[in-house]
Structures are given as structure tokens and as C-alpha cells.
């Protein structure tokens, strides 16, 4: 056997935007068109005339090529739209390319969205089974890996529901564990781990790691920078629907994090993808000590954000939690609404809300930001935005003794004191 798992070659995909959009036809009509096509098109070629409509068409993927060996785990990384989902989708055999070509050696199984795959009538217990046929595998196979199936995914007593039935998390959890467990020779996974709560996230990340550990193949779409480092020994950067990048993560991951410029410290969120429901943010600030938007602040200064908010549903016991992120994505702290004793009423439906600090205690370097709202502690998501926002901060001798502190990611105001002290 090669030992080139999938091999691309040349590969893009192509899409129409925009156009007028055609009506459902009856029977009659489409029968009409048939006969009458073929003639309107002579005549408008004899007149001169076109005959199709100008549309835009924009290029998902152009001119893509890479290999994955057998037993690799590779990371995709990349900015919203760079292009990622759709070459999992053509890997996934999901969508064709339009040009190019793609060669895959070993069974697929995906999780490119949650519930892909699934079968909203059927029940848990019967899409456990379907999939299991989709990826070629006898209904012995299936029912030998069922038990630890449905244990995985902590769903037991709704295995026999119908899947309509189930949140969001549910299908997550359900399909992870179908993907993960019936033995796919080649695993793509998108990001949808991000719906699920913390302690399922970092349950996946382990099965994830075992599977690699037992020489599958993995592909593995993720914003988490941390987990593409820890997880991966290879990343592909994707920028415009190119291969910018191919090598070793953390070099990688580098140069990604180096194309994320700050907005002078305002950030439109309106587009940008939001897990959760009910609620959206039109826009963050980053602030400093003046209380205006700016790119960057000083170590030591003040500083605050600023979110701009719009709920189409009664926020119960709203809470605002604002995540810290490294330049490897690993979160360095929380701030939380709840936490610090405020909680937003539940008739509030628009507004804006504001966390000071009084001193910025990290040091130099850039910073990311995640921004989730819940409710009812925490069992209740309105909106999750990852990596949404950025701010850099410069070093200050805070201290006042001629040496700025450097390492880490926070500092802190301490008081020393004892014998023999000598400044």
C-alpha cells in the first residue's frame, strides 16, 4: 500500500454569487423550455447577444496541492472564509472540485458540521447503525463498538429519540462519538467542538489524540492554536483559498497570528461566526485609560472593554465572559460579569456593556479575545465569539526600578520586605 493517504493535486473549486435567481418551475414550463431553449439561444447568438447571464464566481480553493502520509496529523489553519471547510467538504467527497483532482487511500469518516450525516427522523441508536454502513462497515462491527459509542457520547437515555429532538450539544456529542469510534482510516474534522461544553472539548481532544497515537490519519480544522501545536505535527496555513504555508506547527502558527492586525481598537462584529442563540454583538472596543478605543495599551495602564449588544430573547441572569487568549490561543484569564457580582436584568434586550480594569497586568505582546454570554449559570449559551477581538500591549518600567517585567504572560503588584535588602 502507498503511503500517501490523500494526495491534491492542482485542486479548486469555483462558486457563482449573486445573479437573478430562477423561480420553481411546473411540469408544463420545464417541457416548454426544453423545446423552445435550443431556438432562443440561436437567435440570440444570430443577434449578437449573449446568452447567459453575467454572474460573479469567486474561487473557494485555487491551484491547491499537498500530501498527507498515512499516520499524519495535520493541522489547517486560517482566517473565516481562507477556505479550510470546503477542501474538508471535497475530501469528504460532500462537494466536487471544479478542477484538479483528489486521490484518497482509506475509508473517511467526518465531522465537518454538527449532525452532519444524520438523519433527523431516525433515532440516535438508528443513525449509530447508518453511519456505520456509510463507512462500509458490516452491522457486526457497528454493534461491537455501540456500547462504547453511546457511553462516549453520555447520551444514554435519549440514544431511542428521534434526532430532531436533540440540542446542539447532543448531536455534537453523538456525532464525535460515531466518527471517533467506528474505525475511519482517515478522520476530518472541522471546527465543531467549539458548541460543546469544556469538559466534552477536552474529552474529544483526548480521543483525538488516542486516534492519532493508534496511526490513523487525522485532519484537523481548528482556531484553538494550542490544540493545532499539541495535536499536530504538521499545519497547512490557508489564506484566499491558497496554500500559503506547510511545515512545522509553531512556525506556522507564527505566521498566522502575524497576518492578525488589530482595528485601532474597534471591532465590527456583525459577520463574524457566533455560536450560542438569541443574541448578537454589533461591536467591541478596546479601550484605555482615557476611555477611548485604541490599538494598544501601556503595562500598568488602565484599560476596558466595551461590548455592544442586541438579544432577541430575555437574557435570565445574563453573564458576560470575556477570555484572555496567548498568541498560542491558550487562555491566560477570565473575566467574568457573574463572578464579579453583576448580572444583566432579564427585560434589558439592547445596550452596551463595560469591564474596567485598573491596571493592565500583562506583559508585552499581543493578546486575543474570546466573548461568550450565557445564562441560568452557564447551562444556557447566547452567543460564543471566538478570537473576535485583539489588543497589544507595550512594555513600561511599572515598577520604577529600570527593569520591565518579561516573563510570562501576567505580572503582578507585590510587596517585599526583610532583612539584608539591597537596592
Not at 473517511?108 to 449532525?115: A, D, I
Not at 480521543?207 to 499539541?230: P, W
Not at 476596558?304 to 445574563?318: A, N, T
Amino acid at each position: 500500500m502507498s503511503d500517501i493517504a490523500i494526495q491534491v493535486e492542482n485542486l479548486g473549486k469555483q462558486y457563482r454569487i449573486g445573479g437573478p435567481q430562477k423561480s420553481y418551475k411546473t411540469i408544463r414550463e420545464a417541457l416548454i423550455e426544453a423545446v423552445q431553449g435550443p431556438f432562443r439561444r440561436l437567435a440570440s447568438v444570430i443577434r449578437g447577444q449573449s446568452s447567459t447571464v453575467s454572474r460573479e464566481t469567486i474561487w473557494a480553493l485555487r491551484k491547491v496541492f499537498f500530501d498527507v502520509e498515512h499516520g499524519e496529523v495535520v493541522g489547517i489553519i486560517g482566517r473565516n472564509g481562507a477556505g479550510k471547510s470546503t477542501l474538508l467538504k471535497i475530501l469528504s467527497r460532500i462537494t466536487e472540485p471544479t478542477e484538479g483532482c483528489v486521490k484518497v487511500d482509506g475509508r473517511v469518516g467526518s465531522l465537518l458540521e454538527v449532525g452532519t450525516g444524520f438523519h433527523h427522523e431516525l433515532t440516535g441508536r438508528e443513525n449509530i447503525y447508518l453511519n456505520g454502513a456509510i463507512l462500509g462497515m458490516k452491522r457486526a462491527e457497528v454493534e461491537r463498538k455501540f456500547d462504547e459509542i453511546v457511553a462516549f457520547s453520555e447520551i444514554e437515555k435519549f440514544i431511542d429519540t428521534p434526532v430532531k429532538h436533540y440540542s446542539s450539544g447532543m448531536r455534537v456529542r453523538l456525532a464525535f462519538s460515531v466518527a471517533a469510534h467506528l474505525e475511519p482510516e482517515i478522520l476530518l474534522i472541522d471546527e465543531v467542538l467549539s458548541v460543546g461544553d469544556a469538559a466534552f472539548q477536552k474529552k474529544c481532544l483526548g480521543r483525538i489524540n488516542m486516534v492519532a497515537r493508534g496511526g490513523r490519519t487525522v485532519l484537523f480544522v481548528s482556531h484553538d492554536m494550542a490544540v493545532v501545536q499539541s495535536l499536530c505535527s504538521r499545519a497547512l496555513l490557508i489564506s484566499e483559498g491558497c496554500i500559503v504555508t506547510d511545515g512545522k506547527p509553531l512556525s506556522v502558527i507564527q505566521q498566522y497570528l502575524s497576518q492578525v492586525q488589530t482595528q485601532n481598537g474597534v471591532f465590527d462584529l456583525t459577520d463574524h461566526p457566533h455560536g450560542g442563540k438569541g443574541l448578537l454583538i454589533d461591536q467591541f472596543r478596546v479601550i484605555n485609560s482615557a476611555q477611548i478605543p485604541a490599538p494598544l495599551v501601556s503595562m500598568g495602564e488602565p484599560m476596558g472593554f466595551e461590548i455592544d449588544f442586541c438579544s432577541q430573547v430575555p437574557l435570565e441572569r445574563g453573564e458576560f465572559i470575556i477570555d484572555i487568549l496567548n498568541n498560542l490561543m491558550q487562555r491566560v484569564c477570565q473575566f467574568s460579569s457573574a463572578k464579579s457580582g453583576f448580572f444583566m436584568d432579564s427585560g434589558v434586550r439592547q445596550g452596551t456593556i463595560r469591564c474596567f480594569l485598573p491596571a493592565t497586568n500583562f506583559t508585552a505582546g499581543r493578546y486575543y479575545l474570546d466573548i461568550v454570554v450565557a445564562g441560568h449559570n452557564r447551562r444556557e449559551w447566547y452567543a460564543a465569539y471566538r478570537q473576535a477581538a485583539s489588543f497589544d500591549v507595550v512594555e513600561a518600567d511599572v515598577f520604577g526600578t529600570g527593569r520591565v517585567p518579561n516573563w510570562g504572560s501576567c505580572f503582578f503588584y507585590t510587596e517585599w520586605n526583610g532583612d539584608g535588602a539591597d537596592r
